[in-house]
């Protein structure tokens, strides 16, 4: 048995994690806009090709309100300047320590707990003024904040601000409607382009120069064409995003209001124009890349519709080349029909303890040899399957750990930096995998996820959709086109082993619609991935489940001794925390021999900064007792193939459709560390356990008060 005080002192985990996440640079282009991509695919620049133009930075935007998508922008706008990727109504919050907590003292006797005793932690409270009210504010998150962080009722005081005013929230946080984004690009005239979007959310129509481009809902990357200018000699070309934050069943069904995250609307991730050597639209549209071995893959070469109509085009390629395009040399395919097992010169395996990287050049040539378009992947040699019950990576078991994690902390705008601190603290716990949550990922955190050796859990957004949704045509086409942009954009990732869908779907409905529904979804993943990722969904049906037929793995969800969260926890239910892992484990081994089981989703709560008895609901230690016999009883059973908690952080929710029991403050508090990524009791304690060694075991990481009454609670 171990022991470990309420307040557990991180600081130096903290500090090395937060000294990781250094910004990225980026070069900067003649128009003044970046000119290298954020993110895999590379395109290397030669005498012509395409040419890169990272429109992340200053655009024009307007909030329009309450009014239709369709029509056209005001004859008169008020324009202000913001940075793009943004979310209009979900800006990172800018707390005024000076105006609202103006001393040092009184910031700290403002930050208390639930029970009015102090409740940060010495090494946090200890960086003063500055970090105090920064907590204050991230723990009073939501629409009123919460008055435990004022000292004083009166609102004429210094410390009786309103929350708003206090911890800075921009005027549009969580306000609904319709916003324009608009930005300018200067390019060779008489050029076709490309616009790449890594995310716009909920809605968004896209115009250029007027035109429109694209109508598109959903949180995942596309890109569209944009055909070269009628106008001779217009060098100007100006992009004009229209967003719409509002739900609508009947535009854009895949997003709806009670799906259990904030749903910002905005620009969220990179955006990207890529400007072509002349006006015709002939370009790699992709190239991909599928392991068949650990030495051999096969190639699938994509151009663009014109280019695949031009028979008379050559296209080249090169493993491992170095910088530059020259294709002088290199062996030649034909696009149609790829490469199919080709053996890869000095192929190294990538895995989590060796995540080696191969990169492949595919060069498009008119047939003078004059270069039309390159594109550099960057790709792993893994492979992925399973067994029995047991997932195999590399022909070899592997056992899953980690987190549910949502793109999100009090913005879902994160930096280059945001996404570096949280992969250094999710290798820190001692975790090999990560569910992305309920959506297509930032293509930026799988390429780290790539270079860290981290597993990835890739799904389509979607959560707890209904039979209303799978008998819907639009929300099912939006959902497959949702599949297949996200199956393109990770192609190439070795980390990304599993493909999902429909997040706790209503998958224990037998009706046709259903099954139809499941049935498209997994096919369509199954063959876009070309059979190099598993497919399966988080289903709290689980034992329930009428379509895990369709599924290479079993995943099931369930809360044991958490639900409801209104009445006192039962530590008889926390006793049977294994026993429910085992009686799930026997019935897929009963039913489904040739699956394995992963338990996708199992957590509690835990309110940062609330202390108290570790049979205490809400409180960090109970928390931490819960996800301890989560984590301890799927380690030691062979019967579960992995573990992904619920969840990595604290998330803000909308507190129109979620209750103050089920949700408090505005966050799902069930991460291990807070909104801000400061660490939980729970953080310790998994940590602790997870850098045992082979067959080392401690006992539960408790209190020294709690260890009398509940250290025998878990043995082995």
């Known amino acids: 048995m171990a022991t470990c ?41 030669g005498d012509r090709g395409r040419r890169v133009h990272v429109l992340n930075g200053t655009w024009e935007f307007a909030f329009l309100g309450d009014r239709p998508l369709e029509r056209a922008l005001p004859k008169t706008v008020s324009w202000e300047p913001v940075t793009v990727p943004d979310a ?29 005793q102090q409740s940060v932690p010495p090494w946090w409270a200890g960086d003063g003024e500055a970090s105090s009210c920064s907590s204050c504010c991230s723990r009073a ?107 609508d069943r ?14 910002a609307g905005g620009i969220l991730r990179a955006v ?118 047991d997932i195999l990576l590399n022909n070899e078991p592997v056992k899953l750990f980690g987190f549910n994690r949502h793109d999100l902390t009090d913005s879902p705008v994160l930096s280059h930096g945001d996404l570096v601190r949280d992969i250094m603290i999710l290798k820190e716990i001692g975790a090999n995998f990560v569910r992305g949550s309920h959506y297509a990922q930032d293509q930026r955190f799988l390429d780290l996820c ?69 049935q498209a979804m997994a096919s369509r993943l199954r063959e876009k991935s070309a059979g190099t990722r598993l497919i399966s969904w988080g289903s709290n049906a689980a034992i329930d489940d009428k379509h895990l037929a369709f599924a290479d793995v079993c995943s099931f969800h369930d809360y044991p001794a958490w639900y ?30 040739d699956k394995p089981l992963l338990i996708t989703e199992a957590g509690a709560g835990g309110l940062f900064g609330r202390h108290g008895p570790s049979d205490e609901k809400w409180t960090e230690e109970y928390q931490s007792l819960l996800m301890q016999l989560h984590l301890l009883s799927i380690t030691v059973n062979p019967r579960v193939a992995g573990l992904a908690l619920w969840q990595f952080a604290d998330i803000p929710i909308d507190r129109k459709t979620s209750s103050e029991d089920q949700r408090p403050g505005g966050l799902n508090n069930k991460g291990v560390v807070g909104i801000t990524r400061l660490p939980k009791v729970a953080f310790q304690a998994i940590r602790l356990i997870r850098k045992q060694q082979p067959g080392e075991y401690f006992g539960l990481v408790l209190p020294p008060e709690d260890a009398p009454r509940l250290e025998g609670m878990f043995r082995t």
């Open 564 to 593: 409801p969260t209104n009445e006192p926890a039962q530590i008889q239910q926390v006793r049977e925390i294994p026993l429910l892992w085992e009686a799930f484990g026997r019935f897929v081994e009963e039913h489904y021999p």
């Open 450 to 518: 790539d270079v860290h050796g981290l597993l990835v859990w890739e799904e389509v957004l979607g959560w707890q959709n209904t039979l209303e949704d799978f008998s819907d045509g639009v929300f099912m086409m939006q959902s497959l086109k949702l599949a297949d942009e996200m199956a393109a954009a990770s192609a190439n990732h070795p980390s990304v082993i599993f493909f999902g869908f429909f997040n706790e779907g209503r998958s224990g409905d037998g009706s046709p619609a259903t099954a139809g529904a499941y």
């Open 272 to 389: 990207q124009l890529h400007s072509l050597p002349g006006p015709d639209l002939s370009y790699l549209a992709a190239v991909e890349v599928f392991p068949r071995s650990l030495e051999h893959v096969d190639v699938r070469v994509r151009p663009s519709l014109r280019a695949a109509s031009r028979a008379e085009l050559l296209y080249r390629w090169r493993f491992d080349d170095g910088d530059g395009c020259d294709s002088r040399g290199w062996a030649e395919l034909v696009a149609v029909e790829g490469l199919l097992g080709v053996k890869v010169p000095g192929a190294r395996p990538w895995s989590p303890a060796a995540p080696n990287l191969h990169r492949l050049k595919v060069a498009m040539l008119e047939p003078s040899g004059e270069l039309l378009d390159c594109v550099e992947v960057r790709f792993g040699l893994r492979t992925v399957a399973t067994r029995g019950r």
């Open 5 to 45: 005080s309420r307040r557990v002192a991180l600081a130096a985990v903290a500090a090395a994690v937060v000294s990781a996440a250094t910004a990225s640079g980026q070069l900067t282009g003649p128009n003044g806009w970046p000119s290298e991509s954020p993110v895999w695919p590379r395109y290397p620049v």
């Open 250 to 263: 009947r535009t854009h069904p895949v997003h709806q209001p009670g799906y259990d995250w904030y749903q």
């Open 141 to 247: 998150f939501g629409d009123q904040g919460n008055r435990r962080c004022w000292n004083s009722e009166d609102p004429s005081s210094a410390n009786g601000r309103s929350f708003a005013k206090c911890c800075g929230q921009d005027p549009l946080r969580y306000r609904r409607g319709v916003a324009a984004y608009r930005a300018e690009v200067e390019l060779e005239p008489g050029t076709a382009s490309l616009l790449l979007l890594g995310g716009c959310a909920l809605r968004c129509l896209v115009t250029v120069d007027s035109s429109f481009i694209a109508d598109h809902a959903g949180l995942s990357p596309f890109t569209v064409e944009v055909p070269a200018s009628k106008l001779e000699g217009q060098r100007v070309r100006t992009v004009t995003i229209l967003v719409d934050n509002r739900f």
């Open 88 to 116: 209009f109504d979900a800006r990172p919050d800018r707390p005024s320590c000076e105006t609202c907590w103006p001393s040092q003292d009184a910031a700290r006797e403002n930050d208390t707990g639930h029970d009015g």
